[in-house]
């Protein structure tokens, strides 16, 4: 038993060390709604897809979305690009504050899958 235990936190401390934050993660699903594409971006990070806006693509529709917090640590709009027949969404974000500190725009860049 205390064999096991040391192995587990043997492999845990060996885990912890490899381990590197890649920052924010959103969840993103992709769809055909029947007529266009649209991509729905979680940027609460809750898991809670019901409280994301739908988007199309910014050419289509116009609309961009406000996510709860930045890089920057402020809320910030963001638009989306479906491309790929959806298999590549774009994501477009511009800080007025990490404008302020250097950053011109961000760019996010994430692969989905349409199933």
């Known amino acids: 038993m205390k064999e096991d ?3 587990q936190v043997d492999i845990l401390q060996s885990l912890d060390k490899k381990y590197s934050d890649c920052g924010l993660v959103y969840d993103c699903v992709v769809f055909h709604d029947g007529l ?13 897809l019901a409280s994301a806006t739908l988007l199309s693509s910014f050419r ?3 609309q961009f979305g406000t ?3 930045d890089l920057c640590l402020e809320a910030m709009n963001y638009t989306v690009s479906i491309r790929q027949n959806g298999n590549l969404l774009q994501i477009m ?3 007025d504050k990490c404008a302020q ?3 011109k725009s961000c760019w996010f860049i994430i692969d989905s899958a349409y199933f």
Do not use: H, K
Request: with cysteine; proline share 0%; hydrophobic share 35%.
């Open 5 to 7: 235990l040391q192995a």
């Open 36 to 48: 266009t594409w649209r991509a729905c971006v979680n940027t609460s990070m809750t898991g809670v």
């Open 60 to 62: 289509e529709e116009g």
């Open 67 to 69: 996510s709860d917090m």
């Open 93 to 95: 974000v511009n800080s």
């Open 101 to 103: 500190d250097g950053i």
